[in-house]
């Protein structure tokens, strides 16, 4: 039975990565990030090849497009009814914050509740940790971190400081 990261596997999951990158970006999901959960999957599956059935070339393509389905269908249920971010900036109170409904809270007074909640926690960050947000907001991870010029695992530890300012606000599920 081939090893489970052959040169077929690795070659089909980074070309099926770079084909599907741009999807995820609003997840801050970047090639990398995206080859690393298709590997995991195969990973995962390989006990279930059996040989007298297929090929592993067919196996390897069969799980890969199938998690790549999934993370597709994630990623839709993920996504913002309204394609706006949650801007760092302050809104003025006259502004339409329906605008920023979502998935996590379709109602416009929990919306604005909701962003309101996210602002002020954001606020209370340090300069650097609010950098940090504005970064992964609107770039990948792997991008995010060259601008701070810092390693993804650093940037990893600065965003678990992060997430606990949120959990403490009981925010985390929305992050």
Partial sequence: MPHPIDPFARQ??????????????HLSLDRE???SLMLLDLLKRRPKFDAAR????SFVKMIVDHCVADLLEAARRMTPTS??????ERQSAGQDRSRH?????????MASSLKSDVHDTVRELSDEEQQICELISKHPLSE???RLMISRSTLYRRMDRIRQQFEKRDLDKYL
């Fill in 101 to 109: 409904r979502s998935y996590w809270a379709p109602d416009p007074e």
């Fill in 12 to 25: 089909f999951i980074s070309d099926k990565a770079r084909q599907i990158e741009g999807r995820f970006r």
């Fill in 33 to 35: 990030d995206l080859k």
């Fill in 83 to 88: 394609q706006s971010n949650w801007p760092l």
């Fill in 54 to 57: 297929s090929q592993w070339t």
């Fill in 144 to 146: 995010a971190a060259r």
